[in-house]
């Protein structure tokens, strides 16, 4: 292969990125329009508020069960015959799930969904990697991450807009199937002439990456970053209109702002920290900050200065997320061959927060006192960034001097 191809092929990234990013966009979509269409769920199907947090949760749940197998198969077999897999599974659940006529049917598709942003979120490191230098590997990251909070917006916004649930459900399963043969055509494991990674028995994948202690403390992290920041952005909007007396769309339009942030964040962040040479103060620093902008949004008179620190919130908690989730390619003890199954821990550790910690902690620990929610997200932001101060520099100054 000449030059020229060579560079055609590399160019050929931002094919496979807006592909991540479509799966990643429609997988939150595909969950979240249970949050738009809780109202007609709930009378259709009879269901308790328990579990309507429940079929919320589960398609992490999935996620949480399948991260570490579903990373090592694709160290195994590659990235794309191993999510092409999972987003068959997720296009079965979503057709499925237009059936439903009970919670526990629903509960199973919902389930089912999971598959495919499982498959990917284990992976997408070890994707992304392939076709991104490691200076550019921060800025795809943040694209990828930030659209999680891309699918929610566009989820919550126009649910109400369909005229029954089944029509939801129905534009996003043909919406999946079309991306899911869009992944079939159009990806690529590695770009052309890229040399082919040596195969090992799985064991071997999973073992190398549970050795690594980085990769376990930023699992850990990410356990709390994703558990707090879910239930800030779900529970936050609820908590406006019944704790302060806002109305329900000025609510709406505050915890939207959060979002929004976090999306700019996610892909502001990693490109800062390229071009300063160092991780390190855009992952703890930034999440002890947004620990103390989370709890002063909750607690200064509602107006302008709520606003105000929500959206610092948003940015700095948004900033790290990327760094976090791009562990696996930027160790030297992981890399390309075994970014995967790393990966697969991660994602497993983040999926495993997000189902456990609102449910379980949070909202269990706080009562009926939602004072005590928001002081308990600030103490679950500043326990990512406190675990994060163990983390190794891993920007390219330090791989310069090393």
Same mark, same amino acid.
């Given at each position: 292969?000449?030059?020229?191809?060579?560079?055609?092929?590399?160019?050929?990234?931002?094919?496979?990125?807006?592909?991540?990013?479509?799966?990643?966009?429609?997988?939150?979509? #595909?969950?979240?329009?249970?949050?738009?269409?809780?109202?007609?769920? #709930?009378?259709?199907?009879?269901?308790?508020?328990?579990?309507?947090?429940?079929?919320?949760?589960?398609?992490?749940?999935?996620?949480?069960?399948?991260?570490?197998?579903?990373?090592?198969?694709?160290?195994?077999? !590659?990235? $794309?015959?191993?999510?092409?897999?999972g987003l068959i599974v997720?296009?079965?659940? %979503?057709?499925?799930?237009?059936?439903?006529?009970?919670?526990?049917?629903?509960?199973?598709? #919902? &389930?089912?969904?999971?598959?495919?942003?499982? &498959?990917?979120?284990?992976?997408?490191?070890?994707?992304?990697?392939?076709?991104?230098?490691? $200076?550019?590997?921060?800025?795809?990251?943040?694209?990828?991450?930030?659209g999680a909070g891309m699918?929610?917006?566009?989820?919550?916004?126009?649910?109400?807009?369909?005229?029954?649930?089944?029509?939801?459900?129905?534009?996003?399963? *043909?919406?999946?199937?079309?991306? =899911?043969?869009?992944?079939?055509?159009?990806?690529?494991?590695?770009?052309?002439? %890229?040399?082919?990674?040596?195969?090992?028995?799985?064991? $071997?994948?999973?073992?190398?990456?549970?050795? @690594?202690?980085?990769?376990?403390?930023?699992? +850990?992290?990410?356990?709390?970053?994703?558990?707090?920041?879910?239930?800030?952005?779900?529970?936050?909007?609820?908590?406006?209109?019944?704790?302060?007396?806002?109305?329900?769309?000025?609510?709406?339009?505050?915890? @939207? @702002?959060? =979002?929004?942030a976090f999306i700019v964040?996610?892909?502001?962040?990693?490109?800062?920290?390229?071009? %300063?040479?160092? &991780?390190?103060? &855009?992952?703890?620093?930034?999440? /002890?900050?947004?620990? /103390?902008?989370?709890?002063?949004?909750?607690?200064?008179?509602?107006?302008?200065?709520?606003?105000?620190?929500?959206?610092?919130?948003?940015?700095? *908690?948004?900033?790290?997320?990327?760094?976090?989730?791009?562990?696996?390619?930027?160790?030297?003890?992981?890399?390309? +061959?075994?970014?995967?199954?790393?990966?697969?821990?991660?994602?497993?550790?983040? #999926?495993? !927060?997000?189902?456990?910690?609102?449910?379980?902690?949070? +909202?269990?620990?706080?009562?009926?006192?939602?004072?005590?929610?928001?002081?308990?997200?600030?103490?679950?932001?500043?326990?990512?960034?406190?675990?994060?101060?163990?983390?190794?520099?891993?920007?390219?100054?330090?791989?310069? $001097?090393?």
């Amino acid at each position: 292969m000449n030059t020229e191809d060579v560079q055609k092929d590399y160019a050929y990234r931002w094919v496979i990125l807006l592909l991540a990013l479509l799966v990643q966009i429609f997988v939150n979509i #595909m969950s979240f329009q249970i949050g738009g269409l809780a109202g007609n769920l #709930m009378q259709a199907l009879k269901l308790q508020p328990t579990q309507l947090a429940m079929l919320l949760s589960v398609p992490m749940l999935a996620s949480a069960i399948i991260g570490i197998p579903a990373g090592a198969l694709a160290d195994r077999f !590659g990235v $794309k015959r191993v999510v092409w897999i999972g987003l068959i599974v997720t296009t079965i659940g %979503a057709f499925g799930r237009i059936t439903a006529d009970s919670f526990i049917t629903l509960f199973v598709w #919902m &389930f089912l969904l999971g598959f495919g942003g499982a &498959f990917l979120n284990a992976n997408i490191s070890k994707l992304l990697g392939a076709w991104f230098n490691h $200076k550019q590997m921060g800025m795809a990251m943040g694209i990828y991450v930030a659209g999680a909070g891309m699918g929610i917006t566009i989820a919550l916004a126009t649910s109400p807009f369909f005229t029954s649930v089944q029509t939801a459900f129905t534009f996003s399963g *043909i919406a999946v199937l079309g991306i =899911t043969l869009l992944w079939l055509l159009l990806v690529k494991n590695k770009p052309a002439g %890229a040399p082919d990674l040596p195969a090992h028995p799985m064991t $071997k994948y999973l073992g190398v990456a549970a050795k @690594s202690k980085n990769i376990w403390i930023g699992g +850990i992290a990410i356990f709390f970053m994703m558990g707090t920041y879910v239930t800030h952005s779900g529970f936050l909007s609820n908590a406006l209109v019944e704790a302060k007396g806002i109305n329900p769309v000025q609510a709406g339009l505050v915890a @939207s @702002s959060f =979002t929004l942030a976090f999306i700019v964040g996610g892909m502001a962040g990693p490109v800062l920290a390229n071009k %300063a040479g160092l &991780f390190k103060p &855009f992952l703890a620093p930034t999440a /002890i900050l947004c620990a /103390i902008s989370s709890y002063l949004a909750w607690n200064v008179p509602f107006g302008p200065l709520t606003f105000t620190f929500l959206i610092i919130a948003g940015l700095l *908690i948004g900033a790290s997320a990327p760094l976090i989730m791009s562990l696996p390619m930027t160790l030297p003890e992981i890399g390309p +061959i075994y970014a995967g199954s790393a990966g697969g821990i991660i994602s497993t550790m983040q #999926m495993a !927060g997000a189902f456990i910690i609102s449910s379980y902690v949070i +909202i269990p620990l706080a009562g009926p006192d939602i004072n005590k929610v928001f002081l308990y997200i600030a103490i679950g932001y500043l326990i990512y960034g406190i675990v994060m101060l163990f983390l190794p520099e891993l920007g390219p100054k330090a791989k310069t $001097k090393s």
